[in-house]
């Protein structure tokens, strides 16, 4: 059940404003065929370019890693000099079919990441449904770890830290940040070890109605009919909802008791329709023995750490930093 939350989220009329029209902007792209106007989505997604420049005291560029996808991500170097920086892997959100590493919202939080923790943050222009279905994006996140791991030197300064590296992600990207890491504690790597994993508000779901899908079904961004219409475009053909790329932590959930899962952060919002499925993630990784930590937000919607506007997005930045220090500490 969901924590007992205001009859509103606590959220200015601008930020609602966006919210209406970032939702309209979906909305208007997903075709009943299942299939998205690609161009119309392009078209709407503001993009920034990378910069060799520091702007807010970082500087950004992109690095391919395989061109015949195309798979590419954007690096953002902090001007801090310290000897050594963790690396932060992101995974942006969208559902799994539109936005990008290039989008100008997901650009300005990797560059507050990298400036505020501060971190060199690898960020993942990973192949959208439906013209790319499950596991091509979890293929292209695992493929970048291993790239990373491969081509060190060449790719990344020399301060950069793949000892003390982090996956991190929010909505779909949270999803994809955890079935990632699934493949990264079976896999051997020669620098890269994860030692912790942020998972903002990640897109999990199942058959089952959950109650705070019921009583926030008409939510912006995630409504029931949205995500819906996502998991049939995402899962493959005959597939339903609790797949276990959905229902991580459902009837058909990979048992991770055995596996060295890295220690979790998830954070929830009251006004997210995912909410008790976020719940249920943390329950069961703490009953599979592994570490987690739940972050609540009882006032906060669906994606609100995007809107800089928000003091409770600040306030997470903060509590993010603080879980990738105590982890490092640890070593």
């Avoid at 801090?80 to 919202?105: C, E, Q, R």
């Avoid at 770890?145 to 491969?150: A, I, M, P, S, Y």
């Avoid at 790597?189 to 899908?213: A, H, N």
Wanted: proline letters at 8%.
């Amino acid at each position: 059940m969901g924590t007992t939350s205001p009859a509103k989220p606590a959220i200015p009329w601008t930020t609602r404003l966006a919210l209406t029209f970032v939702s309209a902007i979906g909305d208007s792209g997903r075709r009943p065929d299942g299939t998205i106007n690609r161009r119309l989505m392009n078209f709407l997604d503001v993009k920034s370019r990378p910069n060799p420049n520091p702007v807010n005291s970082v500087s950004t560029s992109d690095v391919t890693v395989d061109p015949s996808r195309p798979l590419w991500f954007r690096l953002f170097t902090p001007t801090d000099s310290t000897p050594s920086l963790p690396v932060l892997i992101f995974f942006h959100g969208g559902g799994f079919t539109y936005l990008s590493a290039a989008s100008k919202s997901y650009d300005a939080v990797c560059r507050r990441f990298a400036r505020k923790f501060p971190a060199f943050v690898v960020s993942v222009n990973y192949r959208l449904c439906p013209e790319h279905r499950y596991p091509s994006q979890y293929d292209d996140g695992f493929d970048v770890l291993r790239f990373l791991d491969d081509h060190r030197d060449s790719v990344l300064p020399p301060n950069a830290d793949l000892s003390r590296c982090f996956l991190a992600g929010d909505s779909a990207g949270a999803n994809l940040a955890h079935h990632v890491a699934l493949r990264a504690s079976g896999s051997p790597f020669r620098f890269v070890k994860l030692l912790g994993l942020v998972s903002i508000q990640p897109f999990f779901g199942g058959e089952e109605r959950t109650e705070s899908e019921i009583r926030l079904s008409g939510s912006p961004l995630v409504s029931t009919a949205r995500t819906d219409w996502i998991w049939k475009a995402f899962l493959p053909d005959g597939s339903n909802r609790d797949h276990e790329a959905s229902n991580v932590s459902g009837p058909n959930a990979v048992d991770v008791s055995g596996l060295e899962y890295p220690d979790t952060v998830v954070v929830v919002g009251g006004f997210d329709p995912l909410q008790d499925w976020q719940r249920r993630y943390y329950e069961w990784l703490k009953k599979s023995g592994k570490e987690a930590t739940l972050i609540e937000y009882p006032n906060m919607i669906h994606a609100f750490y995007v809107f800089p506007e928000l003091p409770e997005a600040s306030q997470l930045i903060s509590q993010i930093k603080d879980f990738i220090s105590k982890r490092i500490s640890k070593i």
